[in-house]
């Protein structure tokens, strides 16, 4: 018998794509549990990746995301507004206060903190804006309970004065 070839020791290879998959798998359960609202958008302004906390502030599910602007929950800007607003917020960071809309039609009040990021696998790409959404109302109250209650929060505020 006359056999022509090689062979290759892939037991390496095999444990670094098991471990990947497994930080993948934590950092999934991470990101979904999280009750902060993270979302990645292309500079069309197109939702590239979002984490499930923005899905559930805004009401859509998840065979809906994909499909989304930030023009179709920004109640704030116009499509073109929005545009110069993400050129503008591509290196530095930014924190401002638009009005997101549900997919119900209700109105949030929102602080979103903005940037450019580059990816970690494309570390000379051009960087993708992310947005960090916050519900002001909700931030409000938790800020409340961790403060101790109002009356707690108003002395403290008055100490400032």
């Known amino acids: ?6 062979m290759l020791d892939i037991t390496e290879r095999k444990h670094v794509e098991t471990a990947l998959v497994e930080v993948g798998a ?3 359960i991470l990101l979904d549990e999280s009750r902060h609202a993270i979302f990645v958008v292309s500079t069309q302004c197109r939702l590239l990746e979002w984490i499930g906390a923005f899905r559930r502030m805004l009401g859509y599910t998840e065979q809906e995301m994909p499909n989304l602007y930030v023009s179709d929950f920004d109640a704030q800007w116009s499509s073109a507004q ?5 050129q503008d917020l591509l290196e ?6 638009p009005r997101h ?4 039609g209700t109105i949030c009040d929102v602080e979103v903190s903005a940037g450019g990021v580059h990816m970690l696998v494309f570390p000379r ?9 916050q519900h002001i109302a909700e931030a ?9 209650g109002e009356g707690r929060l108003r002395t403290c505020a008055a100490s400032f004065q």
Do not use: A, I, Y
Request: glycine fraction near 10%; charge should be positive; charged fraction near 35%.
């Open 125 to 133: 790409s051009n960087p993708q804006p992310h947005c960090v959404p």
């Open 26 to 28: 934590r950092r999934k």
């Open 140 to 148: 409000g109250q938790r800020l409340l309970k961790d403060w101790g």
């Open 1 to 6: 018998m006359l056999w022509d070839g090689g």
């Open 101 to 104: 809309r549900r997919k119900d």
């Open 82 to 86: 929005l545009l110069k607003r993400l």
């Open 92 to 97: 530095p960071s930014e924190t401002f206060e």
